[in-house]
């Protein structure tokens, strides 16, 4: 914030993944990129100390629980950018705050995986894509829960469209409009249905 109290944010140069270049993350050496990135981060906050003493976004944030590091709370590919020599940027860390590691990560698997309904991956390729990404983040920190939160965060997502859009606050309100409500409550239906599936897909693939 500058003396006038304006906002002042730096520009990457690249192309956003998502929606006109979602191509970028297909190949699973680019998502393993992304998630080793998403571990670096991780990584560079779990020591923020004293996360309480500042005001923190609650639109993403994790209503429940522990607050084990700073989360971006946004991990998608709209919020992702592959700059002109190949590194990989997250934007729009408005949503940060402190919370589950769990809880950064499930919305991540949701959106780059994807974990989505309308995912054209098989069961297979899709318990495969899960393997790449825990395996790329490492062992030693991927939450044994992080597909349980990633339906938690779905229900999250819809919730904040129904509330904060029924009461007309931009942009839920447009959200809620074009049907993003409901896209959130499949999505949660859709994970809970297959978890016990990827579950023990993962578990089989090591």
């Known amino acids: 914030i500058d003396e006038q109290g304006r906002e002042v944010l730096d520009y990457v140069e690249g192309e956003v993944v998502h ?3 979602d191509r970028l993350l297909v190949p699973d050496a680019a998502l393993a990129e992304v998630v080793t990135s998403i571990r670096r981060f991780h990584d560079a906050v ?3 100390a004293d996360a309480e003493r500042f005001e923190w976004s609650d ?3 994790d209503p429940d629980g522990p607050h084990e590091i700073v989360c971006h709370n946004d991990l998608a590919p709209w919020n992702l950018v592959h ?3 190949r590194r990989w940027v997250f934007i729009d860390w408005d949503f940060a705050a402190p919370g589950r590691r769990s809880w950064d990560l499930a919305f991540a698997l949701l959106t780059m995986v994807p974990l989505m309904p309308e995912s054209n991956l098989t069961k297979q390729r899709t318990a495969e894509r899960i393997t790449l990404f825990r395996n790329a983040y490492g062992l030693d920190e991927f939450p044994d829960d992080a597909l349980a939160v990633a339906a938690e ?4 997502e819809a ?4 509330r904060l859009g029924a009461a007309g606050e931009p942009p839920y309100d447009r959200l809620l409009r074009e049907g993003h ?3 959130w409550h499949a999505a949660e239906a859709h994970v809970v249905g297959q978890t016990p ?3 023990a897909a993962l578990n089989a693939l090591g």
């Open 159 to 162: 919730d904040l469209i129904d």
């Open 59 to 61: 639109r993403g944030g």
């Open 181 to 183: 409500s409901e896209i």
């Open 46 to 48: 779990k020591s923020f």
């Open 83 to 85: 700059t002109p020599d």
């Open 197 to 199: 599936d990827w579950q």
């Open 153 to 156: 965060r779905c229900a999250h």
């Open 19 to 21: 929606p006109d270049h």
